[in-house]
């Protein structure tokens, strides 16, 4: 004996009836395409593609000394850290000039070399190195005192062991030969340098191209999931119970509902992120899992916290205030560091897991997702577990 | 075989007993009417016989097969016409037929070719492609009637079709029920207009506070309260003597009073109403107000439970 | 009693409806974070790993957490290279465990600069952290050289070192310019006024799709028919309007305080500012509704004219970022003025009569517009 129609085709039947109706009302275009393209697009402009929010500071030099410290300073402290890449260096020819590019914000900081900077140290006097910094820049010009004191430091050092050697008037001899130690001796500490680590984070690009698609398949799921209690309102749940159609693939066909649109959403825009703003989503093969099981999990908590609400309203009430919670503490709206007192708290999120997921993909190799995956689907089926649990009570009066 | 046999189902909504103990039966091509007013439990009764509700207690069978609402074969017999607008008013008429045919198992084709046809049917194939949002309030409710044939049903369950409907709208949709039980389909209907059910039930049920109180055709029923017209006269002052008078009267059967009020039996009200007033002017008596009760199915309710069906 | 009826109600009404919850509720908020993170900049962070007993190292250490614009953390060194490699801090410094022995012994100890390849974040505490060395590098070696002709200990010697002044280059620092959003100043609390402008001023506009409604669905001559004057019809919806601009405006006023801890200064001050840009928006949304033909106009009119009187006045990007001209222009907007006035509350303290001028010309504002709309509203009320 049949047992009836084949559940399947009914449960596609219903998903496909539901993408149409989600079509239709325009929820899809503007939660699953409009909202997070421009969120992401908003990003994005303000942001730039650097990692870095800043590049490396900008200093200009006026090098006025009439003696040759003040090209020393230059040559030894400013020039080797410029020709690393870590500043930028430029040369003026006047104070004024300097401190006008600081003024219009462009350069951070200026050092004012004056023209008797060596006159003065050779007479004994202090020299002084002046550092113009912009106010807007306090970080770069706190750096610039820095290198100015380094040079003045390692300048003096042969004095200062000669002044800090003896606590009386030493012998001419002995400030010779201890002068002749401290010049021969080798800096103690060096500094070698490792700047080959890779790089497990998102350019911002990509960062909030995927967070905000993510933030938003909350909001295109809410509204499959809610349907149940529209159609509920609207009476048609009636007529789908008293079809020859199994109660619990209603619920199911509601979250494929979820998932398919949730799923299509990603996919687009995946593509037109990378395409549009030069995301980058790492491994297809990674992000197709992660996207996967990131929806899923999406889908169960959007269910689970939907079957405890007594109509469509106040589902997306509580829908709408999870998600943004959700997003806030996962660091769908602005990156989480795991310094941050949030970190604990984002590993409560599915953004965290998504969004972590992708940026060890990003430094390459696909078993990285893996945690993050089976972390995702944990989510997905506790959440729906809990929903079919509390079907009855949704289907039910 | 009947093609619906209710058997003893009842159901509890906590402390309320919502269905007692209900039986009946429809035969195959038969239309049944179950009237009741609002909260007698008809809505639950339809209920558990769509299987849209678990029941408590009792037996349901479909042309045989034992009814519940996991069983996908006994509900695939069935076609549902809700009270509501049960519609996605978001989506084209075509689209919810199609939709609604898929869930009943008709294949892609299949589903294609009935929705034509229904939509033929309820008279709305030129406006099959609007939104249902675009709909008049009749021709809604004709689609409403429509995803209920979708399935051919052997058994097609109304459930209030015609509330808040228009009077030429529900003209129509008496005339295409009619139509349909015609072709051979068993309808069960619920309604609480008891002209309705006079027009189209073969056999109606009277339900209240959760029980069925009588049932039969309408002409059984009518008689457990008389074959005769009720008139009901107010007096000014009825003495006996007014009262002998009207007993006198040959067409009239019985005569009763209370208080200013004179109850009488006559086989037919209309022919006799003039000699009574007659006869009544010329005793001096002063009439207050004439009222002529045939007897009717709201006449049975009445003398069933003691109130009218629309309270 | 009727005009405050009909306010309520409209007021009901945009609640109502689900997606205005996302709007009105969530999207402020959103965006209070997004600016917030675009002018917040972030502090460079580095990591250190050094041995685990006191000693000279602490020296090093303590010198680079010596200034507090540097986060300096302390962890192993296998999770700072895994926070290096995620961005959290950007970037390490390994000092070896034998560092202490080496350098009292007079030998050199080798520290490592963790940076993730071609890591422009990495470029400023580089430099931090080489000029820190640098330093210590000179005070350590003068301790270490003066061992020759000193008898007491390495750390008498370098503490000496220290402490010993030559005279020699001083380096002085000043800077130069106004700081635009004072250092102390949390970034919420400079993302939050521009944003509660433009989003009183939206919300408050997108409503006058409410009187187009009420005007074309009939409700409005509903609300005549019955015995309420069309000077309650019209002062109610004006009511309405205004009830809304407030609600949001309070939402996002202290929302953002109690979230972002954002100050808002002087609240009597603040108070006047918020309620004379809530009467200029529910004027111009008055105006707006009852001049709009179309539920489809009234929303393109609200959006465009909301979000262009927001760009221009500095609501999207900063107003000092504007040139002459372009401030002159931005000046002619309302929220200009109001802008002005939550920067002078917000980051000069200001007070009262700070803002008067402010408040003056918002009600000035106000008083066109609503005159306005009044008289144009009662105009479709009576027709």
Redesign the interface.
């Known amino acids: 004996?049949?047992?009836?129609?084949?559940t399947l085709?009914?449960i596609a039947?219903?998903v496909?009836?539901d993408v149409?109706?989600r079509l239709?009302?325009g929820s899809l275009l503007v939660f699953g395409l409009l909202l997070p393209l421009g969120v992401a697009f908003f990003f994005n402009m303000l942001l730039g593609d650097d990692t870095s929010r800043q590049t490396g500071s900008e200093y200009v030099v006026v090098d006025s000394d009439a003696g040759s410290l003040g090209q020393e300073f230059v040559d030894a402290a400013l020039r080797p850290l410029a020709d690393d890449g870590v500043l930028e260096l430029t040369t003026a020819d006047t104070e004024d000039e300097a401190r006008a590019l600081v003024e219009d914000g462009g350069v951070d900081a200026a050092f004012l070399v004056p023209e008797d900077f060596t006159e003065s140290l050779e007479n004994g006097d202090d020299a002084v190195l002046t550092v113009v910094g912009d106010a807007d820049a306090p970080v770069a010009t706190h750096i610039a005192r820095e290198i100015g004191r380094a040079f003045a430091t390692e300048h003096l050092r042969i004095r200062l062991a000669v002044a800090s050697g003896f606590d009386s008037e030493p012998s001419p001899e002995d400030a010779a030969l201890l002068l002749e130690e401290a010049e021969a001796a080798e800096a103690p500490l060096v500094l070698s340098e490792d700047a080959d680590l890779e790089w497990r984070e998102l350019g911002n690009a990509t960062y909030y191209s995927a967070s905000m698609a993510f933030f938003f398949v909350f909001f295109a799921a809410m509204f499959s999931v809610t349907s149940i209690f529209d159609e509920k309102a609207?009476?048609?749940?009636?007529?789908?119970?008293?079809?020859?159609?199994?109660?619990g693939a209603i619920l199911i066909a509601k979250l494929t509902s979820g998932l398919v649109i949730g799923l299509a959403n990603m996919a687009v825009l995946a593509v037109a992120t990378s395409v549009f703003f030069g995301a980058d989503w790492g491994d297809p093969l990674g992000a197709g899992a992660l996207i996967l099981t990131g929806v899923t999990a999406v889908i169960g908590l959007t269910a689970a916290v939907a079957s405890f609400a007594r109509s469509s309203e106040q589902a997306a009430n509580w829908l709408s205030v999870l998600a943004m919670l959700l997003g806030v503490f996962g660091g769908a709206l602005f990156p989480i560091s795991q310094l941050n007192g949030l970190a604990i708290v984002s590993y409560l999120t599915p953004h965290r897991w998504f969004l972590l997921g992708l940026g060890e993909l990003s430094a390459g190799g696909l078993d990285v997702v893996l945690l993050p995956c089976a972390v995702l689907l944990a989510l997905g089926l506790v959440g729906t577990t809990v929903a079919l649990f509390r079907m009855g009570r949704m289907v039910?009066a | 075989m009947p093609i619906l046999e209710v058997r003893g189902v009842s159901k509890r909504y906590g402390k309320n007993q919502a269905v007692d103990d209900v039986s009946f039966f429809i035969e195959e091509g038969e239309t049944y009417g179950l009237l009741g007013p609002n909260g007698a439990g008809k809505s639950t009764t339809i209920?558990m016989i769509?299987?849209?509700?678990e029941r408590d207690s009792g037996s349901i069978t479909v042309d045989g097969i034992e009814h519940s609402?996991?069983n996908?074969?006994s509900?695939?017999l069935?076609g549902?016409v809700?009270?509501?607008?049960?519609?996605?008013?978001?989506?084209s008429a075509r689209?919810n037929l199609r939709?609604?045919a898929?869930?009943?198992?008709l294949s892609k084709s299949e589903a294609r070719t009935k929705t034509e046809e229904v939509l033929e049917t309820v008279g709305l194939s030129d406006r099959a492609g609007e939104?249902v949002s675009q709909f008049s309030g009749g021709m809604a409710r004709r689609l409403n009637i429509g995803?209920g044939l979708l399935n051919s049903p052997r058994l097609l369950i109304l459930d209030e079709p015609t509330v808040g409907v228009d009077p030429q709208s529900r003209n129509s949709i008496l005339e295409s029920v009619h139509t349909l039980t015609r072709g051979g389909v068993s309808v069960l209907y619920t309604t609480h207009y008891m002209e309705e059910a006079e027009r189209l039930c073969d056999r109606v049920g009277i339900i209240e506070a959760g029980k069925i109180r009588a049932e039969g055709t309408q002409r059984e029923l009518v008689s457990q309260v008389g074959e005769d017209d009720t008139v009901l006269i107010t007096l000014d002052a009825p003495g006996e003597r007014v009262l002998d008078v009207l007993r006198a009267l040959e067409p009239i059967d019985e005569v009763s009073s209370e208080g200013t009020q004179v109850r009488l039996l006559t086989s037919n009200a209309r022919d006799a109403l003039p000699l009574i007033l007659d006869t009544l002017t010329r005793a001096g008596a002063g009439i207050r107000s004439v009222e002529v009760q045939e007897p009717d199915l709201e006449a049975v309710f009445l003398s069933l439970t003691g109130k009218g069906l629309r309270e | 009693m009727k005009p405050l009826i009909i306010g309520v109600l409209n007021l009901r009404r945009v609640f109502r409806d689900r997606t205005n919850i996302f709007f009105v509720l969530l999207l402020p908020f959103l965006m209070v974070f997004m600016m917030g993170l675009m002018y917040g900049g972030g502090q460079p962070v580095l990591a250190v790993s050094s041995p685990s007993q006191a000693g000279l190292a602490d020296r090093l250490v303590d010198a680079l957490e010596e200034d507090e614009r540097i986060d300096v953390l302390h962890m192993d060194e296998g999770e700072m290279r895994d926070l290096v490699e995620g961005g959290d801090v950007q970037a390490g410094l390994v000092i070896p465990d034998d560092y202490e022995d080496r350098i009292r012994d007079g030998e050199r100890a080798e520290l490592e600069l963790v940076t993730r390849s071609d890591d422009l974040a990495a470029a400023d505490v580089g430099i931090w952290v080489r000029s820190v060395v640098t330093r210590e590098s000179s005070l350590l070696s003068t301790a270490q050289v003066t061992g020759s002709v000193r008898d007491d200990g390495f750390d008498e010697r370098l503490e000496n070192a220290s402490e010993t002044e030559v005279s020699g280059i001083e380096v002085e620092v000043t800077t130069s310019g106004d700081a635009t959003f004072p250092e102390g100043l949390s970034s919420h609390s400079l993302a939050a006024p521009p944003l509660l402008l433009l989003y009183t001023f939206i919300t408050a506009l997108t409503t006058s799709l409410g009187i187009v409604q009420a005007r074309r669905s009939g409700v409005l001559r509903r609300m005549y028919a019955s015995p309420t004057s069309a000077g309650s019809i019209v002062l109610g919806e004006a009511l309405g309007r205004f009830l809304i601009a407030l609600t949001q405006a309070l939402l996002i006023l202290f929302g953002s305080a109690l979230m972002f801890g954002v100050d808002w200064g002087d609240l009597p001050a603040t108070s006047l500012v918020v309620t004379a840009f809530c009467l200029v928006s529910s004027g111009a949304s008055l105006l707006l509704g009852s001049l709009a033909r179309t539920e489809g106009g009234a929303l393109a009119a609200a959006v465009g004219i909301s979000l262009g009187a927001g760009a221009l006045g500095g609501t999207m990007l900063p107003l000092e970022s504007f040139d002459e001209t372009m401030t002159t222009i931005a000046f002619l907007t309302p929220h200009a003025w109001g802008y002005d006035a939550f920067s002078e509350l917000i980051r000069n303290q200001a007070t009262l009569t700070d803002v008067l001028p402010h408040i003056g010309v918002l009600l000035g504002y106000a008083a066109v517009l609503l005159t306005l709309g009044v008289w144009r509203f009662r105009g479709a009320v009576t027709a």
């Open positions: 004996m049949s047992n009836g129609p084949n085709t009914m039947a219903i496909a009836k149409r109706q239709r009302d609207g009476g048609t749940l009636a007529r789908l119970l008293a079809s020859p159609i199994p109660r039910n | 209920g769509t299987g849209i509700l609402v996991t996908r074969k509900k695939s069935i549902f809700p009270q509501e607008l049960a519609l996605y008013h978001d989506l689209d939709f609604f898929r869930l009943y198992g939104a995803l």
